[in-house]
């Protein structure tokens, strides 16, 4: 049966907060509902590693073909075997094939701006944090360049007290620490710098502070939005 019946083997949405937050909802399904970890097999539409997933969207796999994803309203990690998935900005709900999940944490959306700091950071996708709060990255910090310009990004350089720590090139859209690289400082402030690919575009910046010691791993998955 379709996505009209009565077979759907999941389907997470938080109704009471779709309703109370309808107008952030709004902004998150322009933004992208879900972030791909991997890919195999024939699907429609295709999609890429690290790729985002809008709301809204209904994807199709082949006998065999697989897709994992992160969803980041409900904080779950989704695997979907043939069949189909219809992914929303607060929920997503599998019509058949093979699905597992798994709790995840909470990925962060940070607004990169060309030539500003960082516009706003989105917890869960839907409202920022207290004031006060920072980026805060990992000592060996990886993050996903999201949007509608994650392809023109093409170098990331890290900064602290004017000193280029880090300069790297991406390939494609996720940003690891090289492992040839120290790492950085704990608890420790530095500038984050995206570089795109032509010079007209301004580079975006803004700043993070890193872990302390006490903390081994970033609270969830970094998506870099730069506009």
Do not use: N
């Not at 795109?196 to 939005?225: I, M, N």
């Amino acid at each position: 049966m379709g996505f009209g019946g009565l077979s759907l083997t999941r389907i997470v949405l938080a109704m009471a907060a779709a309703l109370v937050l309808a107008p952030a909802h709004a902004a998150l399904a322009a933004q992208g509902a879900a972030l791909v970890l991997d890919v195999s097999g024939r699907m429609q539409p295709g999609l890429t590693r690290y790729g985002e997933i809008p709301a809204t969207t209904t994807v199709t796999l082949e006998r065999g073909a697989r897709l994992v994803f992160v969803h980041y309203f409900t904080c779950r990690t989704v695997t979907v075997v043939g069949g189909a998935v219809r992914v929303e900005a607060d929920g997503y709900a599998v019509g058949s094939g093979l699905a597992s999940e798994d709790s995840t944490r909470c990925p962060r959306r940070i607004s990169l701006k060309r030539g500003a700091e960082v516009g706003g950071i989105m917890v869960r996708g839907i409202r920022p944090p207290p004031p006060g709060a920072s980026l805060r990255l990992s000592t060996q910090p990886s993050f996903v360049v999201v949007g509608a310009r994650a392809g023109d990004v093409a170098a990331v350089r890290i900064v602290r007290g004017g000193q280029t720590m880090l300069e790297a090139p991406l390939a494609g859209p996720r940003f690891e620490w090289p492992a040839d690289a120290p790492e950085l400082l704990a608890d420790t402030d530095y500038e984050l710098t995206v570089l795109f690919r032509t010079a007209r575009d301004e580079p975006a910046t803004g700043t993070f502070r890193t872990l302390p010691p006490s903390e081994t791993s970033a609270p969830g998955p970094v998506l870099l939005d730069v506009d």
